[in-house]
Nanobody
């Protein structure tokens, strides 16, 4: 049974930091590139970071230099270190794979229906 369990969200003030975790099981996640996605209120879901199976990471322009994605293949966990958070980072954050053939890329809206499964996500709220 495939499971994606995101955690670590919370309410913080601008400039503060959070680290999100995603525990994955039931699939070949350690072989695939994994990604972090987010959906802000009233907006489409977007990809903010990706990490290959050997730890190479890429980022959306909006988070570059502030967020760091990593993974521990031994523990089956994906991480997102978020520094210097801004109000515009407020969103529900999800982890998932990057399905092929769907045109999923940074700067493009993500259609949740293009994925076979989603976790429950973790809420991040940045507000003073």
């Amino acid at each position: 049974q495939v499971q994606l369990v995101e955690s670590g969200g919370g309410r913080v003030q601008p400039g503060e930091n959070l680290t999100l975790s995603c525990a994955h099981s039931g699939g070949m996640f350690n072989v695939w590139t994994m990604a972090w996605y987010r959906q802000a209120p009233g907006k489409q879901r977007e990809m903010v970071a990706s990490v290959t199976n050997v730890g190479q990471a890429k980022y959306a322009d909006a988070v570059k230099g502030r967020f760091t994605a990593s993974r521990d293949r031994g523990k089956n966990v994906l991480y997102l270190q978020m520094n210097n958070l801004r109000p515009e980072d407020t969103a529900i954050y999800y982890c998932n794979t990057i399905p092929g053939g769907r045109g999923i890329d940074f700067g493009r809206d993500v259609n949740p229906a293009d994925f076979q499964f989603w976790g429950q996500g973790t809420q991040v709220t940045v507000s003073s």
